[in-house]
């Protein structure tokens, strides 16, 4: 009946929705697993799902949607959640090989600080590659081209380093000597100020859980997931854990 038809819809789209937000919280645990090496946390403070309808118009044009996001994000997104940055993720895809844009050193900027991605991967590792890249960007991180004799510890057939021009079939995963420096003169310079304000453990979307890299309550450090799982097998001065 109608009813039995409601409830089974309501209930695949609550599934629908819970399997988005563990995604996307698995996304940021990579993304933090990327940056940890540059000394750099990446907190989820918020998860916004377009549910009903997008918020922006999104086209083929990457340039345009990026404005209208940054624009959303200024008017809409900030008066509500106070944040550094923000990423859209989007099902639809650009013209040509474009999979990701944002804008060059703008990471404390009120209305620039954001990029836009396409979830073009069947991995959330994949994505997480791209979503890493235009934090990158944002963080003043240029593209690893040729002439910059970049030092990359991640072979070229194993997805080579995160800041290259292009993606291949596997994501990189690892920041380059230039992606390196490029930060440390982008912090010299200022373009880092507002990521000093460290948030609060209990701000963090998901609550408390082992391995996100904040030491919280019940907890006497966290050292990340690829830690966790020595520790859990390992005896160690270490040992008060909150697995979720």
């Known amino acids: 009946n109608l009813d039995s038809v409601l409830i089974i819809t309501t209930l695949l789209a609550t599934i629908h929705m819970l399997k988005y937000i563990y995604l996307f919280k698995s996304l940021a645990v990579s993304l933090s697993q990327f940056y940890r090496p540059l000394n750099v946390r990446v907190a989820l403070l918020g998860l916004e799902i377009w549910?009903?309808?997008?918020?922006?118009?999104?086209d083929k044009n990457p340039t345009e949607t990026l404005n209208r996001f940054l624009d959303w994000r200024t008017r809409?997104?900030?008066?509500?959640?106070?944040?550094?940055?923000?990423?859209?993720?989007?099902?639809?895809?650009?013209?040509?090989?474009?999979?990701g844009m944002a804008s060059q050193s703008s990471m404390c900027s009120k209305d620039r600080s954001g990029g836009v991605n396409v979830d073009h991967l069947v991995s959330v590792l994949g994505v997480a590659s791209t979503v890493a890249?235009?934090?990158?960007?944002?963080l003043g991180m240029s593209?690893?081209?040729?002439?910059?004799h970049c030092q990359c510890q991640n072979e070229p057939r194993l997805g080579g380093c995160i800041m290259e021009p292009s993606t291949g079939f596997m994501p990189g995963q690892l920041f380059s000597s230039c992606s390196e420096r490029d930060l440390s003169l982008s912090l010299l310079h200022g373009g880092g100020m507002c990521l000093f304000n460290v948030p609060q453990p209990e701000s963090l979307l998901g609550g408390p859980r082992c391995g996100n890299l904040y030491v919280e309550k019940g907890e006497?450090?966290?050292?990340g997931l690829l830690d966790v799982r020595k520790r859990l097998f390992e005896k160690s001065d270490c040992d008060n854990f909150i697995i979720g």
């Open 220 to 223: 006497e450090c966290d050292c």
């Open 51 to 58: 549910s009903d309808q997008d918020k922006i118009k999104v």
């Open 133 to 138: 890249h235009e934090l990158g960007h944002n």
């Open 143 to 148: 593209h690893d081209t040729a002439d910059r």
């Open 76 to 99: 809409e997104l900030l008066p509500r959640l106070r944040h550094d940055n923000a990423q859209l993720i989007m099902g639809e895809s650009f013209d040509g090989t474009t999979v």
